[in-house]
């Protein structure tokens, strides 16, 4: 069974950049067809997908964050990661990686952030 840990700074102060790791157990993140997602949901509103990196390492980006994510893994700590540059306080949410595989999905517990100076 895969799980998942998010770890995250838990507060940020506006313009500095959100530092986020994944940290996977229970596979292995080069496992062929899995891909881990980056998700989040802010207070009142509905989840977001904020890009995903696969098992072969190929990155995927939600246009709609405007370039200021960055994805990335450490295989040899079975990790991801998420940096989100330039936070506003409209970036405070609750931040979830999760790992789909065909059709099975895992979800970490969350993590919340705020962005307060």
């Known amino acids: 069974q895969v799980q998942l840990q998010e770890s995250g700074p838990g507060l940020v102060k506006p313009s500095q950049t959100l530092s986020l790791t994944c940290t996977v157990s229970?596979?292995?993140?080069?496992?062929?067809?899995?891909?881990w997602s980056w998700i989040r949901q802010a207070p009142g509103k509905g989840l977001e997908w904020m890009g995903a990196?696969?098992?072969?390492?190929?990155?995927y980006d939600s246009p709609s964050l405007n370039s200021r994510t960055s994805i990335a893994r450490d295989t040899a700590k079975n990790q991801f990661t998420l940096q989100l540059s330039s936070v506003t306080p409209e970036d405070k949410a609750v931040y979830y990686c999760a790992s789909g595989h065909y059709d099975k999905e895992y979800w970490g517990k969350g993590t919340l952030d705020t962005v307060s100076s």
């Open positions: 229970g596979g292995s993140i080069t496992t062929n067809y899995y891909y």
């Open positions: 990196i696969a098992y072969s390492g190929s990155l």
